[in-house]
């Protein structure tokens, strides 16, 4: 509710990437063997720990839920990936960022709702969250540096 009112109030602290990304799979209850985690580097971050981590369980539960395969999260020094195999996202990134997107009618393919909180979350942190389909997998990269 705090996020879609647009009144987020954020409790920023420094925070080491794999530890977000750790808690958020902790969050999921899955295995930790479900996420593959390709940690380059580990950079520290100034975000809102809850916040922060529920957009990344967001991501990485979109990835389980219509992935075709394991999720891949990518850490590198200014940004994280995450990547699945799957289908194309039936819009532009740019159009989750209504809070419900009225097209869907199934949950089997989703509302939107996961990506607009991710949206307005990194937004939030003024961080860039961009995706891309390439070689049959959805990549969504959150950059932290500019």
Do not use: W
Request: hydrophobic content about 40%; glycine content about 4%; some cysteine.
């Amino acid at each position: 509710e705090e996020i879609t009112s647009k009144k987020m109030q954020l409790n920023k602290a420094d925070f080491r990437v794999l530890d977000l990304v750790e808690n958020a799979i902790d969050v999921l209850i899955t295995k930790k063997d479900t996420v593959e985690i390709e940690l380059i580097e580990n950079p520290v971050i100034n975000v809102d720990f809850n916040f922060f981590s529920i957009a990344i369980k967001n991501l990485l539960d979109n990835a389980i839920k219509y992935g075709s395969s394991k999720p891949v999260v990518t850490i590198e020094y200014n940004l994280i990936k995450f990547s699945s195999q799957g289908v194309r996202l039936p819009k532009a990134l740019s159009e989750y960022e209504m809070p419900l997107n009225k097209n869907y009618q199934s949950s089997k393919t989703g509302l939107g709702l996961g990506l607009y909180i991710c949206h307005n979350i990194f937004k939030a942190h003024n961080f860039i969250f961009e995706h891309e389909y390439k070689d049959n997998c959805n990549i969504f990269t959150v950059k932290f540096a500019q």
